[in-house]
């Protein structure tokens, strides 16, 4: 970690992004849900409230999740963090936890699914075989506007029994060769709502 | 009951089955763009100044140092607006910035663009205003007759209804009022868009909003610009419920584009999201129910005075609903019911999800278990008894002629056993269950239970006489491959409710052709209306229909069928059809006609009805006033439920807001300021606050809706909340007349 004294001090941050080594130089104060999203562009990290409240900025840090909006990005300099980027195979094949969310119709908007995402995926590897209350309480200290979470609690529910055949780490990057769920269809694709890039040609 | 919905043959991911989502993989992949992951090239960011004031003139604003300051390259205020300086839903009262007279906290006063988003608020914070306060109007009734604070004066809309014999009592009347808090739409993903300038001095807008067009038009309007040079389009939405209805950032952002010649986005914070937004309008209710003995209404008298807050908003169509509804989905042969909507120095309010039926749904609710009561009637039998059917009139003299299955809602809601809720019932000390959750607050021998019943309902689509048309485009070809290949253009918003989905599954049943594409909604296609009042399902849902059946029509003829045989073409060789070339249709769908109510209230206003049951279950603890909701059943009256999983996930998520409203969501205002602007102080409902949901869909399909269906997403927030009430105030005996109810009011008392 290196510091440029000043005004306008910058210090910079090295990280794993899932799996991949990320620098850049930012200022001290800037929070690392920032960090994400402006400096690195991983912007399927959402900010919904900015207090550590909603949980849609939910990433794991060492495999624990954190809210990325209560930390500050030099604070996790050195470390591993996992996002929602991280989670399907390289080919597209969803993560078991991306895969039941689909399944069980676990969103509509979509703003807190990722924070939701990365909540389970720590839930999971903690607890792997949660009972409906014990899900429902994992699943608490994230909001949800749309779905009234009946959806979102089977979605966590349907994870649990795939992850617990397929014996995979919830908080690693889905590996469908040697995973019993390979078979589970990712989903159909379309344009809507502007699938891809958030870079918008100028 | 759900009967079978008639799926087409070769349509596997058509109408009645629970497709999934279109942008289920991006939004769980995290690579769908909402409108907040917008980035353009050399964009600056735009932030606010806005009024720490409820009511103030201002005397002067001095923007010199935020212009001076480096990597600063705009500060805008009211006299850099070059067209209209007001806009508005209904009607253009909302100052772009306030110049003179500030009307409301959090009221917009310039704008400035910055390099970097934490440069713009050091801006913001540099401008200079010298404001002198002014007591705030705050009262709604008060505001009736006090000094007008807006050119315009401070009635929106004055509505009374009149019908039948204005004289008529019955053996039993019962009296309450009631009033309703301000509840806010707390979509998760704040407001936020970018906008871009274009070459013919034109600007780009991508945006996340309820209604492309009518952003479009306001947007245009105070730019002074063309419509046609203003070009907006959908980008990813969190949520709307209503408070993307109308204008925020919009003309802001488009300003500082023009001016600055660059790229613009804002974002708002969550506290900015509080004051950037209307809000639904607090209520104060005033019922009087006539009955004779055997329980049959006689007369529904009403006073409802909304609280619209600074400006109009949607505020007219919203006492428009109240009154309409004032009195619920029961046969009440006379009725007087008065409605105001009134301008105050509160927030403004406007649509929120349900809006207008939600708040005079727990009067009426509560109403007709206060007769029950003095009737000594079971509540369930009186609401049966003065139930709405087809061929019956509402008190604005309108015919149902459409479907109404008031009785079925009830009963289906009634019948569904709540499942078993725990081993130990109830439930056993220090679990979740507990009114007041795991923190060993509740003891399981304080709590007492309570049931409560409530029904409500709305009208679909806008009414008195407004045409909302939708438009669709629908382009069927062979693609790269030689598959028929559709491609679906429409302008209706997607902001969670799945018209993604829907309109792909139309596709599929009417015309066999499974890959189903959709461009992105925008302005280069004409307006879809709005997505509010449960209309898009019906509205645009029809306009693909229409455009479908369009293109079958033209295939038909290719096929040699004289005069076009629509139903045919699921039985014509499609691909050989299109190696003559792509179709493409575009269709307008217009539902039918309505009339303005008169000034009695009367008038054909509405195209159809949605109605709902809701029982829920109460755990109280009346020593520390917590409330656990512990079951919700629902019967809801859908037409037809073309995507079942989808229309689900609507009746759990309006359940949720219902929830919310009767125990824990409002908006603490004190003297016009709100004290509550943020998650941590104002409380939506976790997945610990919602309680398991059984929901028996009533398919009925609605004459003349595309499809036999209905809307589905406003009943689920009607009739929740009074249920959950009715279920405190069984479980406690008290009144209650106010939502939503907190745990002073339980706690605290008079016994
Ligand atoms: S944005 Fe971090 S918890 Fe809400
Ligand atoms: S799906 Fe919209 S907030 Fe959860």
Same mark, same amino acid.
């Not at chain 1, 809210?67 to 300099?77: E, G, P, T």
């Not at chain 2, 406690?732 to 745990?743: A, D, F, N, Q, S």
């Given at each position: 970690m290196s510091v440029t004294a000043g005004a306008h001090e910058r210090i910079e941050v090295e990280v794993t992004v899932n799996g991949v080594p990320r620098a850049a130089e930012v200022p001290p104060r800037r929070l690392l849900s920032d960090f994400l999203r402006h400096d690195l562009r991983l912007t399927g990290t959402h900010v919904g409230c900015e207090h550590g409240v909603c949980g849609a900025c939910t990433i794991l840090l060492d495999g624990a999740p954190i %809210?990325?909006? &209560? #930390?500050? #990005? $030099?604070? $996790?300099?050195g470390r591993e963090l996992t996002t929602v980027e991280g989670l399907a195979a390289d080919d597209g094949t969803l993560h078991p936890v991306q895969a039941a969310f689909q399944d069980q119709h676990g969103l509509q908007c979509g703003y807190c699914t990722p924070g939701f995402v990365m909540s389970a995926c720590g839930f999971l590897a903690e607890t792997t075989e949660p009972d409906d209350d014990e899900i429902r309480e994992g699943m608490s200290g994230n909001l949800c506007r749309c779905t009234g979470y009946a959806g979102i609690l089977a979605a966590v529910k349907q994870a649990a029994g795939d992850l617990r055949a397929s014996g995979a780490d919830p908080r690693s990057q889905h590996q469908p060769e040697d995973d019993a769920f390979a078979g589970r269809p990712g989903g159909e694709h379309g344009p809507a709502g502007g699938d891809g890039g958030g870079e918008v040609p100028s | 009951m759900s009967t079978g919905t008639e799926v087409r043959p070769g349509t596997r991911s058509g109408l009645g089955q629970s497709v999934r989502r279109p942008d289920g993989t991006p939004k769980v992949t995290g690579t769908f763009a909402f409108s907040s992951d917008l980035f353009a090239r050399g964009m600056l960011w735009g932030r606010t100044l806005r009024s720490p004031h409820p009511a103030a003139r201002i005397r002067s604003i001095d923007t010199s140092i935020a212009e001076r300051m480096p990597g600063v390259a705009s500060v805008l205020t009211a006299r850099d607006v070059p067209g209209r300086p007001t806009y508005g839903l209904e009607h253009a009262d909302q100052p772009v910035f306030a110049s003179e007279t500030v009307r409301f906290q959090g009221e917009p006063i310039a704008v400035v663009a910055a390099e970097h988003p934490e440069l713009a608020l050091r801006a913001v914070a540099a401008i200079e205003v010298d404001y002198e306060v002014v007591t705030p109007l705050t009262d709604a009734e008060a505001a009736i007759g006090a000094a007008p604070i807006h050119p315009d004066g401070n009635v929106f809309r004055h509505l009374h209804l009149r019908h039948g014999d204005l004289d008529a009592v019955g053996a039993v009347s019962v009296e309450g009022s009631y009033e309703v808090g301000m509840q806010d739409q707390a979509f998760l993903g704040p407001e936020s868009g970018l906008a871009i300038p274009v070459d013919d001095g034109g600007v780009e807008l991508f945006i996340s909003t309820q209604w492309l067009h009518v952003d479009r038009d306001q947007v245009a309007a105070c730019l002074g610009l063309p419509p046609e040079r203003v070009h907006l389009t959908l980008s990813g939405i969190g949520g709307a419920f209503g408070a993307r209805e109308d204008v925020s950032l919009q003309v802001h952002v488009c300003l500082l584009a023009l001016r600055t010649g660059r790229p613009v986005k804002m974002l708002y914070s969550r506290e900015e999201s509080f004051h950037g937004h209307v809000h639904r309008h607090p209520a104060r209710l005033w019922y009087r129910h006539h009955a004779d003995p055997d329980g049959r209404l006689v007369k529904v008298e009403a006073r409802i005075v909304l609280d619209g807050g600074a400006y109009a908003s949607s505020s007219t169509a919203v006492i428009g609903n109240a009154v309409c509804f004032a009195a619920g989905p029961y046969r009440v042969p006379n009725a007087d019911v008065d409605g105001w909507a009134v301008r105050t120095n509160n927030p403004p309010c406007g649509a929120m999800r349900g809006f207008g039926a939600v708040q005079v749904c727990f009067g009426h609710e509560a109403q007709m278990d206060r007769l029950a009561a003095a009737l000594a009637m079971d509540p369930v039998e009186l609401r049966l008894r003065n139930a709405l059917a087809p061929g019956d009139e509402l008190p604005t003299g309108q015919v149902i002629t459409g479907t109404a299955p008031v009785r079925e809602v009830i009963e289906a809601a009634m019948a569904l056993e709540p499942p078993p809720l725990a081993a130990t019932d109830p439930p056993a000390d220090g679990t979740m269950d507990l009114p007041g959750g795991a923190g060993l607050t509740a003891t399981r021998a304080d709590v007492v239970r309570g049931t409560g019943l409530a029904v409500g309902f709305k009208n679909l689509m806008y009414s008195e006489g407004f045409d909302d048309a939708s438009t669709a485009n629908v382009r069927v070809e062979l693609d790269h491959r030689g598959e028929p290949l559709a491609t679906v253009h429409c302008a209706a918003a997607e902001v969670g409710q799945g018209f993604v989905t829907l309109a792909q599954q139309i596709v599929r049943s009417v015309l066999g052709v499974e890959q189903v594409a959709l461009r992105p909604a925008d302005t280069t296609i004409g307006s879809a209306g709005s997505t509010s009042a449960s209309r898009q399902t019906w509205m645009s849902g029809g306009a693909v229909e229409l455009a479908c059946l369009a293109v079958a029509e033209a295939l038909a003829e290719r096929a040699g069928y004289g005069g076009g045989a629509p139903d045919e073409v699921l039985d014509l060789d499609v691909v050989e059809l299109l190696r003559e070339g792509p179709i493409d249709r575009t269709r307008a769908h217009h539902h039918p006609p309505t009339e303005p109510l008169d000034e009695d209230g009367q008038g054909d206003a509405h195209v159809s009805f949605a109605f709902a049951a809701h029982r829920a279950v109460v755990d109280v603890d009346p020593e520390l006033g917590l409330v656990k909701v512990r079951h919700i059943a629902t019967g809801q009256d859908v037409g037809r439920a073309l995507n079942p999983q989808a229309v689900i996930g609507q009746i759990e998520g309006g359940i949720a807001q219902g929830l919310g409203l009767a125990v824990m969501e409002e908006m603490l205002l004190e003297d016009g300021r709100l004290r509550n602007p943020s998650f941590t102080d104002y409380l939506i409902p976790t997945a610990l606050d919602m309680p398991p949901v059984t929901a028996t869909l009533i398919e009925q399909p609605e004459p003349g809706a595309p499809f036999g269906a209905k809307g589905v997403g406003e009943p689920p927030t009607i009739s929740s909340t009074p249920a959950i009430v009715a279920a405190i105030r069984a479980a406690?005996? &008290?009144? &209650?007349? %106010?939502?939503? $109810? %907190?745990?002073e009011h339980i706690a605290l008392a008079e016994a």
């Open positions: %809210r990325s909006c &209560l #930390a500050f #990005a $030099v604070s $996790v300099h | 406690t005996g &008290l009144e &209650l007349p %106010r939502i939503p $109810v %907190r745990p």
